[in-house]
């Protein structure tokens, strides 16, 4: 919600600006020139795009404008999960194999509701999970396919904002466009008298004005919370990793869970103290309760 609420600032900056300066709102109102614009680029949008892209575009850009990203609250899951995951496979490594295949109906999974609906990353530690159970895999080289693994999933999500940028370069230039089309309907006016001529004429520059705004002031801000969203995921993924290649070297559970604790980003990573609190057996009881 802070990306609209920034967006609409921009917006009523700029009418308010106007306004002040005693501009007469009605000139701005020129849905021709916003078709215009608008329907230039959303052609070139699809024209340039994949469907799988495109529907990557629309669920990242909603998740930008909706959701709340990566907080504290999620990390602490995280630990709490790869504590217990970390605790039963020292135990029996192959208890963990009937979790990892379902993790929807896995009793663990299920009291870590922010982690288990992230797909990306629940996908990322069933796989590397059943690795560990099934096969034999060196730390060094389980460190390289889990880079692999995060740098592929990196360069299909890098593709929306360079998208997103790529239409906002595009929308001055489809601004002028819309201008020039508008000065050649002003040309066909010449004879109609200077208040005609004027008002055509400012008609066909709130096209370039269109552009810019709809550039500078709403579609790079998206991109870039956009990149700022997709950037958080790719450090979650290295949290979790941190833990996986310490358990893979054969640390005890603690140490693994210390290895991924601080790998967090510091502005959400709990203390030693919080951690002893939210692995404790009190709170997994309140997990329990909670699922």
């Known amino acids: 919600m802070i990306t609209l609420g920034g967006l609409a600032i921009v917006m009523i900056s700029v009418v308010m ?5 005693h501009g007469n709102l009605m000139v701005l109102y020129q849905p021709t020139e916003l078709l215009i614009i608008g329907g230039a680029a959303l052609g070139a ?16 850009t909603k998740e930008a404008f909706f959701g709340n990203g990566i907080g504290k609250d999620k990390y602490i899951q995280v630990l709490q999960c790869m504590n217990e995951i ?25 009291k870590y509701p922010l982690l288990l609906k992230d797909h ?25 396919l889990l880079d692999q693994d ?35 309907i002003t040309m066909g006016k010449l004879t109609q008298g200077k208040e005609v001529i004027g008002q ?8 370039t004005f269109l552009g810019i705004l709809l550039c500078y002031g709403i579609f790079q801000p998206v991109a870039a919370k956009v990149q700022t969203s997709l950037d958080e995921k790719g450090d979650f993924l290295l949290v979790i990793k941190a833990g996986l290649i310490a358990h893979c070297k054969g640390s005890r559970p603690a140490v693994s869970l210390e290895f991924t604790r601080r790998n967090i980003p510091p502005q959400f990573r709990p203390s030693f103290k919080e951690l002893e609190v939210a692995i ?12």
């Not at 004429?201 to 709130?206: I, K, N, Q």
């Open 120 to 144: 990306h990353a629940m996908s990322f530690l069933c796989n590397t999970l059943t690795l560990l159970v099934s096969g034999n895999i060196s730390p060094y080289d389980l460190d390289d």
């Open 280 to 291: 404790s057996p009190t709170s997994a009881a309140s997990n329990i309760k909670a699922a």
């Open 200 to 207: 055509s004429v400012a008609a066909a520059l709130v096209g």
């Open 86 to 110: 970390f605790r039963l496979a020292t135990q029996n490594p192959l208890a963990i194999e009937k979790h990892v295949e379902e993790p929807e109906n896995s009793e663990i999974f299920k």
């Open 45 to 60: 949008l699809i024209a340039s795009s994949t469907p799988n892209l495109l529907k990557h575009l629309v669920v990242e």
């Open 17 to 21: 600006g106007y306004v002040l300066h």
């Open 150 to 184: 995060i740098q592929a999933l990196h360069r299909e999500e890098a593709q929306v904002p360079a998208t997103l940028n790529r239409l906002s370069d595009a929308l001055p230039g489809l601004g002028i466009v819309a201008a020039v089309l508008g000065v050649v």
